[in-house]
């Protein structure tokens, strides 16, 4: 038997890259992997839950540029996942640049309905910044600290010039679509607001061809699948990890020690962690014996990582158009261009942007989703679930101006209280640059150390320098990580994987 097949590997966290990483070095040969899971089940920030009938995603919602590049999309295939249409040659080569062609409908404060032409020049405006904030990162010389402050500064000047003949009232429509714009963003980044998102580097994030798609069955299928391609018993559940000791003198030196909550230590050659960022943030102090190196210890807190949650929520009929993909909401009270609200505990709900409408058949009622990201969030997410209900009631009744709108029941998640991952997922901050995620990457210890190397890596969507936020990306840093160790005792897979993993 190899050294390699010999090695002891414990990865910490059963989201899809720990999951995808443990696939990777047990086709590989490697017999000694497992798997330590804090909570109760497999999956991480991929959660599939049930409202009434209805099957929806309270974390990861779509496949991101559903297309051949795109290792989630293969596999969901492979899989039989998914709906015919997202398996076309036309929804494969779309194009969309991450921002999906939806079928909208407008609704404002003052209860009117509104055609997209209305907001065009707004929208339009809008999606024009939004393009020009992703070039600095090439190009560099950026004029602002963020993508919010940018886009401020540029909404003005061009309003100033291609407005100018244009009446109050429609400026100030034009300036709430921005607003609500904004507010999208924010879910889109998982950022409090734009202002916190960098400038310079908020063009790193890539896109993949593909007209995002969702799983019909649910998300967690796709967990499931591997999950079920796994020796059973790899995975230890609700066990949480407490202590890597690694670079250790009182052991065999190069040996890493993996402390349990429960007291059990479990000696490893390698230690794989692909714990969400916002977990990394709040406890790398207490999870790391001896410290982690300052440079990456720096990156750690200079990365983003916000909030987004969904608020689902059924109607006996729906209110909106059939042809409707999204309903936006302008507040047409606000003054500046902001998107963050000031009282937050009074008036959270105006953070919430509107709802992508869910595709759900008659028989099982008709389910919105409302989106919503930021402090904002976080405080929706300490009120009581009746609470929550009556903010969403009045806010639909406001702006259909229809006084007996009532919803049948919702459901809401709840990523900032989640204690394994104190958040949603990440982003690149002011401050940000391609070293940080560089930085998150790197195993330890550190080159140049006479230690043996590669005793802690880090895997996650985190520490993807260019799909941070999405699953294709936790995926790919799972098989990165894999890759290291296989190539490290530089192994050729005795036999055929068992899947295309």
């Known amino acids: 038997m190899s050294q390699s097949m010999n090695a002891k590997i414990v990865i910490i966290g059963s989201g899809i890259s720990g999951i995808a990483a443990a696939h990777r070095l047990f086709n590989a040969g490697f017999h000694h992997v497992r798997i330590l899971e804090a909570t109760a089940r497999s999956g991480g920030r991929i959660k599939t839950g049930k409202l009434g009938d209805n099957i929806v995603e309270i974390g990861a919602n779509w496949i991101h540029g559903p297309s051949e590049e795109n290792p989630v999309f293969c596999l969901a295939r492979q899989y039989g996942l998914l709906d015919p249409e997202a398996l076309s040659q036309e929804n494969q080569s779309m194009d969309i640049g991450g921002h999906p062609p939806w079928v909208p409908t407008i609704f404002t404060s003052s209860g009117r309905k509104l055609k997209p032409e209305d907001i065009h020049p707004g929208t339009e405006m809008f999606a024009e910044l939004l393009n020009e904030s992703s070039e600095f ?119 890493v020690t993996v402390e349990c909550d429960t007291g059990e230590r479990i000696a490893a050659d390698h230690v794989i962690v692909t714990v969400p960022l916002g977990y990394l943030k709040k406890h790398q102090s207490a999870l790391f014996h001896p410290p982690l190196p300052l440079h990456k210890l720096h990156s750690i807190q200079r990365l983003g990582f916000g909030t987004n949650n969904k608020i689902f929520v059924e109607f006996d009929s729906p209110w909106w158009d059939a042809d409707c993909e999204v309903i936006y909401l302008l507040w047409e009270d606000e003054e500046a261009l902001v998107d963050q609200v000031p009282d937050v505990q009074r008036s959270w709900i105006k953070k919430l942007f509107g709802f992508t409408v869910l595709k759900t058949t008659e028989r099982h009622g008709h389910v919105l989703c409302g989106w919503i990201a930021g402090h904002e969030s976080e405080y929706m997410e300490t009120l009581s679930e009746q609470e929550v209900m009556q903010g969403i009631t009045q806010l639909i009744r406001q702006f259909t101006g229809n006084p007996i709108i009532t919803p049948r029941r919702i459901l809401r998640s709840q990523w900032f209280h989640d204690p394994w991952t104190c958040g949603s997922y990440s982003y690149p901050a002011k401050g940000c640059s391609v070293q940080d995620l560089e930085n998150m990457m790197e195993p330890l210890p550190s080159k140049g150390s006479q230690a043996p190397p590669l005793q802690v890596l880090f895997a996650g969507e985190a520490t993807h320098p260019c799909y941070y936020s999405t699953v294709h990306g936790a995926l790919l840093t799972g098989w990165r990580e894999a890759d290291r160790l296989i190539s490290h005792y530089s192994i050729s897979p005795s036999k055929p994987p068992k899947s295309k993993l």
């Open 137 to 255: 990162q090439l190009v560099g010389g950026e004029p602002r600290p963020s993508v919010g402050d940018f886009i401020r500064s540029k909404v003005h000047q061009r309003a100033a010039e291609k407005w100018k003949d244009v009446d109050v009232s429609t400026r100030s429509l034009q300036m709430s679509a921005i607003r609500t714009m904004l507010k999208v963003e924010c879910c889109v980044n998982g950022t409090h607001s734009m202002d916190e998102v960098g400038l310079g580097a908020f063009g790193l994030y890539k896109t993949l061809p593909g007209l995002d798609c969702t799983f019909p069955g649910g998300y967690e299928g796709l967990i499931k699948n591997l999950i079920s391609e796994l020796p059973s018993g790899l995975v230890t559940y609700n066990q949480p990890v407490r202590r890597v000791h690694w670079n250790n003198t009182e052991t065999r030196k190069d040996m």
